[in-house]
Nanobody, 121 residues
Framework: QANLVESGGGLVQVGGSVRLSCSPS????????MGWFRQAPGKEREFVAA???????LYADSVKGRGTISRDNASGTVYLDLSGLKLEDTAVYYC???????????????WGQGTQVTVSS
């Protein structure tokens, strides 16, 4: 059973932008804090951004100024807009849902399957 479904990944050129979406399938998850994480080949999963139901946000230093996380509380959909893409942004991006606003992946209870973002030169 997929609790979170991501979409929007793909192949993007350096300097370009991408919008990722995450839709919760369960009604109760829609009130959770929603986060985005990513995992590049050969690297550990890392935090990208998170947003609470009341729109408090948290960003990793690596995307500050380039990334914007937003959400539509009516539908529960969460978005991650990344611009000024760099080669090092290439990764599988995962959506997650949890209760606290935190960078710690272990605090998130639900995870999506991931969507690939590949940045090419």
């Amino acid at each position: 059973q997929a609790n979170l479904v991501e979409s929007g990944g793909g192949l993007v050129q350096v300097g370009g932008s991408v919008r990722l979406s995450c839709s919760p399938s369960a009604q109760d998850i829609r009130t959770y804090t929603m986060g985005w994480f990513r995992q590049a080949p050969g690297k550990e999963r890392e935090f990208v951004a998170a947003i609470t139901r009341i729109m408090r946000t948290l960003y990793a230093d690596s995307v500050k100024g380039r990334g914007t996380i937003s959400r539509d509380n009516a539908s529960g959909t969460v978005y991650l807009d990344l611009s000024g893409l760099k080669l090092e942004d290439t990764a599988v991006y995962y959506c997650a849902a949890g209760l606290p606003l935190t960078e710690e992946g272990a605090k998130y209870s639900y995870w999506g399957q991931g969507t690939q973002v590949t940045v090419s030169s």
